[in-house]
C-alpha cells in the first residue's frame, strides 16, 4: 500500500509555472504506474499527465508541450512540472498511484491560475 502527499499548489499568473510534488510512503512509487489528474468545480476528474513503471509518459492533448511529469525514485517523489498555465487550468490536482486492481489518491493541491 502506498500513501500520496500533493504539494506545490498556490495561486499563480495566467503564463505562470508551477511544480506539484506527490510524496509516497509505504511503498516505492517505482513499482506503481503513476498520473496527475485535476477536477474544476462542477466537471469530472481527467488525467493530466501518467508515467508507467517503465518510465513511458502520456500526456492529455490539451496540456502536452507545456506539462512535464517525472518521477524520482531516491526521493519516491513524483512531480508535475506546468509551465504557461491557463485561467481554465485551475482546479484541484490529484495525484495518483495504480498498481494492479489498485488505486490509490492523494488529497489533493489545488492551483488557481489567475491574475
Known amino acids: 500500500q502506498v500513501q500520496l502527499v500533493e504539494s506545490g499548489g498556490g495561486l499563480v499568473q495566467p503564463g505562470g509555472s508551477l511544480r506539484l510534488s506527490c510524496a509516497a510512503s509505504g511503498d516505492a512509487v517505482s513499482i506503481y504506474s503513476m498520473g496527475w489528474y485535476r477536477q474544476a468545480p462542477g466537471k469530472q476528474r481527467e488525467l493530466v499527465a501518467g508515467?508507467?513503471?517503465?518510465?513511458?509518459?502520456n500526456y492529455a492533448d490539451s496540456v502536452k508541450g507545456r506539462f512535464t511529469i517525472s518521477r524520482d525514485k531516491a526521493k519516491n517523489t513524483v512531480y508535475l512540472q506546468m509551465n504557461s498555465l491557463k485561467p481554465e487550468e485551475t482546479a484541484v490536482y490529484y495525484c495518483?498511484?495504480?498498481?494492479?486492481?489498485?488505486?490509490?489518491w492523494g488529497q489533493g493541491t489545488q492551483v488557481t491560475v489567475s491574475s
Open positions: 495518483n498511484a495504480g498498481r494492479l486492481l489498485y488505486q490509490f
Open positions: 508515467i508507467s513503471t517503465s518510465d513511458s509518459t
